[in-house]
Nanobody
Framework: QVQVVESGGGSVQAGGSLRLSCAVSKYTISSSCMGWFRQAPGKQREGVASIDNDGTTSYADSVKGRFTASRDSAKNTLYLQMNSLKPEDTAMYYC????????????????????WGQGTQVTVSS
């Protein structure tokens, strides 16, 4: 069974940066579509970024130019670098993957992803 552990969340002031990590075991992340999602209280889970097996990335309009998704195949770890953070970025952030897709569907839908981490909280204060 695939295991996913996110880390790197925390509390920052607006304008600050955080880097989230997603360590995956029992599966090679470079083989498939991987994504980052977030869910704020009372809101739907939304796609933030996705990365195909060939490294192609895609971003939600709300984070484009501020967030960067990447991966380290040697460490089998996915990252989300978040810069210029805003209070509206406050949410629980989740890493997810779909071992049956090499290319991610866009726009991202939570229903396309087959395994998930438990999430890491990001709080941005004004």
């Amino acid at each position: 069974q695939v295991q996913v552990v996110e880390s790197g969340g925390g509390s920052v002031q607006a304008g600050g940066s955080l880097r989230l990590s997603c360590a995956v075991s029992k599966y090679t992340i470079s083989s498939s579509c991987m994504g980052w999602f977030r869910q704020a209280p009372g809101k739907q889970r939304e796609g933030v970024a996705s990365i195909d097996n060939d490294g192609t990335t895609s971003y939600a309009d709300s984070v484009k130019g501020r967030f960067t998704a990447s991966r380290d195949s040697a460490k089998n770890t996915l990252y989300l670098q978040m810069n210029s953070l805003k209070p509206e970025d406050t949410a629980m952030y989740y890493c997810a993957g779909n071992q049956y897709r090499s290319r991610c569907l866009r726009p991202s839908s939570r229903w396309d992803y087959k395994f998930w981490g438990q999430g890491t909280q990001v709080t941005v204060s004004s």
